[in-house]
């Protein structure tokens, strides 16, 4: 009798062995596996088993979460929706994240590892953490007042501290709610439907995931380049350009919309914003001098991050002189996003040192205590200060003299450029209308602030488009809200 139990002791103790170590080959090596797999569901309702940390703006959440009652049980919340879409993106029980939402997806959900005190102990135990909250660099009032100038239009504005990067504004219209995709009821597929099947793109991010061709915005680089390289030495000297400009190796003659062109001085030609001048003068900087300028402002680099990634802005390394020359005036293959034109500005506006753009400025666990801190980074120095300070000239006197007086402030130095860009087979798009700018409060050392502003004006009379008339009173506005001042 003994002799049987101690067999059917061992075939259990057998038993409980094998067991352990299926156990540890499902918990530990195949955990993974299990928990990637599209049917199992415990990841899912575990993610939306507590509400998701908030997206601050000057200190205010304009997030929340609600809770539904349901097996995915909180759904996530937008105040000011369609106004802060481009920062925050969306954060759907059936179609993932976006922007914001993605790029701090851990932290805001309470996975990531830097809001445990013992993280290897509670990936064990698969615990977590409430989400915890992105602070992010966006002032409310310029965010408004972008949002409300492109009102009706369709286009982007982009708005940096020239001295330290950090964003101030991120604005691309039309907008729409991300409420509308937040839960997993039908009606959520029907809205995914319908704002991707809409002409406008209202989900398209255009402050920094579209680009464009910047057009005669683009004149700042070209005019930095040619100071940078020697070949303009007197920027008052006359430029030996002949209006009409026959592009290199063809017979096409670039044109001028402006008057006294001919042979004009850079200071003129950047007044009056003569593309034969800034034609001529990209085929004698040179190729590798243009596009060393270029990729110096951020033109052919696809690493951006704020932390969303932006779209590569592109000035190609490989063209012929007429290419090059159009190239020069913002055209040929040559685009950016509002973003990097803002950036252009911004390099301007701080003497050429250019600082990387950030739209997350702390992040901070449940309680408020603060786990990550953005710090100011130049990303390189563009141009020579001397070349700064005649680029500063010339775009101030864009404002007082030329094509940019639409965006002049009382009592503020501002400084800009104006951009028309055409577009489409044989030029058949309407054009896209340009401004870039900073400005500087009376009284402070430094500029405040850089704009770009894009419209698609597809409503306008394609005689009113220009850059000045159309995108110039977007970036008063947006730079008096920075400036914190009077627009007129």
């Not at 910047?214 to 005019?223: D, I, L, R, Y």
């Not at 753009?357 to 130049?378: C, F, H, K, M, W």
Request: one cysteine or more; proline letters at 6%.
């Amino acid at each position: 009798m003994t002799r049987y139990i101690r067999r059917a002791a061992a075939f259990c103790l057998l038993l409980i062995l094998a067991l352990l170590v299926n156990a540890s080959r499902i918990q530990v090596f195949q955990a993974d596996e299990y928990g990637a797999n599209a049917a199992n569901r415990r990841g899912v309702i575990a993610r939306y088993d507590q509400p998701r940390g908030d997206i601050l703006v000057g200190g205010r959440p304009v997030t929340g979460s609600k809770d539904t009652g349901q097996q995915l049980r909180f759904e996530r919340t937008y105040k000011n929706g369609p106004l802060y879409a481009p920062i925050t993106g969306f954060a759907s029980q059936v179609y993932g994240t976006t922007f914001l939402e993605a790029a701090e997806d851990r932290l805001l959900a309470g996975t990531s590892p830097l809001l445990s005190p013992l993280p290897l102990w509670e990936d064990f135990t698969r615990a977590q953490q409430p989400g915890g909250a992105v602070h992010t660099t966006i002032e409310p009032s310029v965010q408004q007042a972008a949002y409300d100038g492109l009102a009706g239009k369709q286009g982007a504005v982009a708005a940096l501290d020239p001295a330290t990067g950090r964003i101030l504004a991120l604005v691309s219209t039309p907008s729409y709610d991300p409420e509308l995709l937040s839960g997993n009821e039908r009606s959520v597929a029907r809205n995914w439907q319908r704002l991707n099947g809409a002409p406008s793109k209202p989900m398209l991010n255009r402050a920094i995931r579209q680009t464009y061709p910047p057009g005669s915005a683009f004149k700042v680089v070209t005019a930095a380049a040619a100071l940078d390289a020697g070949v303009i030495t007197d920027v008052d000297a006359r430029t030996k350009s002949p209006s009409p400009y026959r592009l290199p190796g063809t017979t096409t003659d670039l044109v001028n919309d402006a008057r006294g062109c001919d042979d004009a001085s850079l200071r003129d030609a950047f007044l009056f914003s003569c593309n034969t001048v800034f034609a001529k003068l990209g085929v004698e900087v040179g190729l590798g001098g243009m596009a060393g300028t270029a990729m110096r402002f951020g033109f052919n680099d696809g690493s951006l991050r704020i932390p969303s990634p932006v779209a590569r802005s592109n000035f190609d390394t490989s063209m012929d002189k007429a290419q090059l020359a159009l190239s020069s005036i913002g055209q040929y293959d040559t685009t950016a996003t509002p973003l990097q034109m803002a950036m252009v500005a911004a390099a301007v506006a701080n003497g050429g040192d250019l600082r990387a753009p950030y739209l997350v400025e702390r992040t901070t666990d449940a309680a408020g205590n603060a786990i990550g801190t953005a710090a100011s980074q130049s990303l390189r120095q563009t141009f020579n200060p001397g070349t700064a300070t005649l680029l500063r000239e010339l775009m101030v006197g864009v404002v007082e003299k030329g094509t940019g007086s639409n965006a002049a402030i009382p009592g503020a130095v501002v400084g800009g450029k104006t951009g028309t860009a055409q577009h489409g087979v044989g030029n058949s798009g309407l054009p896209y209308a340009w401004f870039i700018s900073w400005a500087q409060a009376e009284g402070s050392p430094v500029p405040g602030v850089a704009v770009a502003v894009v419209v698609e004006d597809a409503a306008a009379d394609r005689a009113d488009i220009s850059g000045g008339g159309i995108a110039g009173p977007v970036a008063r506005e947006v730079m008096a809200a920075a400036l914190r001042v009077p627009s007129a």
